[in-house]
T-cell receptor, first 115, second 114 residues
Framework: SAVISQKPSRDICQRGTSLTIQCQVD?????MFWYRQQPGQSLTLIAT?????????ESGFVIDKFPISRPNLTFSTLTVSNMSPEDSSIYLC????????????FGPGTRLTVL | QKEVEQNSGPLSVPEGAIASLNCTYS??????FFWYRQYSGKSPELIMF????GDKEDGRFTAQLNKASQYVSLLIRDSQPSDSATYLC??????????????FGKGTHLIIQP
């Protein structure tokens, strides 16, 4: 397994502002993923972030709203831009430690509340 | 359309009994299947994964896969109150293997009654 950390663990933000969430892994991984879990709901994939290439976004998610950086094999950021109350969710990063079998392990999550 | 279906529950099981959780998925070409456990306020924890038809056992947990029926299940033997959680079924819809994002079901809320 790996130790995955996220910062911040929670935040309360004002409408129209942006928040950048950091995900750090204690080992090098090729694949990192960002998910959203809205209140009382299951997880929805936002995008896949590979080091050295542009993030791949799922239907319904766009780069202008959720820009992602992946500067190296242990770190990624997700920015939630121009926030509205509908963006209030838990944002989770995950990593695939196997590199091929897609066994994903999740960070502790960032609980975001937008007022 | 990628879809993973689970009964949301709650599923109530007496302590010591077998809990049976079920999941169906939409794409016959799906390659890998996962069960996550999520306690309230916590992130999902991977407890089982299965790639081949049949059963896979790990301690008190058994995952069962039937690709022809597009059906995955999780059995928890000797259920304990600490097993009370939401269980999420997840599927990798990418054919041919390889790493990709997962599609999750809505989860089944399991309650183990002491």
């Amino acid at each position: 397994s790996a130790v995955i950390s996220q910062k911040p663990s929670r935040d309360i933000c004002q409408r129209g502002t942006s928040l950048t969430i950091q995900c750090q892994v204690d080992s090098q991984v090729t694949m990192m993923f960002w998910y959203r879990q809205q209140p009382g709901q299951s997880l929805t994939l936002i995008a896949t972030a590979n080091q050295g290439s542009e993030a791949t976004y799922e239907s319904g998610f766009v780069i202008d709203k959720f820009p992602i950086s992946r500067p190296n094999l242990t770190f990624s950021t997700l920015t939630v831009s121009n926030m509205s109350p509908e963006d209030s969710s838990i944002y989770l990063c995950s990593v695939d430690l196997t590199g091929s079998y897609n066994e994903q392990f999740f960070g502790p999550g960032t609980r975001l509340t937008v007022l | 359309q990628k879809e993973v279906e689970q009964n949301s529950g709650p599923l109530s099981v007496p302590e010591g009994a077998i809990a049976s959780l079920n999941c169906t998925y939409s794409d016959r070409g799906s390659q890998s299947f996962f069960w996550y456990r999520q306690y309230s306020g916590k992130s999902p924890e991977l407890i089982m994964f299965i790639y081949s038809n049949g059963d896979k056992e790990d301690g008190r947990f058994t995952a069962q896969l039937n690709k022809a029926s597009q059906y995955v299940s999780l059995l928890i033997r000797d259920s304990q109150p600490s097993d009370s959680a939401t269980y999420l079924c997840a599927v990798n819809f990418v054919s041919g293997g390889g790493a990709d994002g997962l599609t999750f079901g809505k989860g089944t809320h399991l309650i183990i009654q002491p």
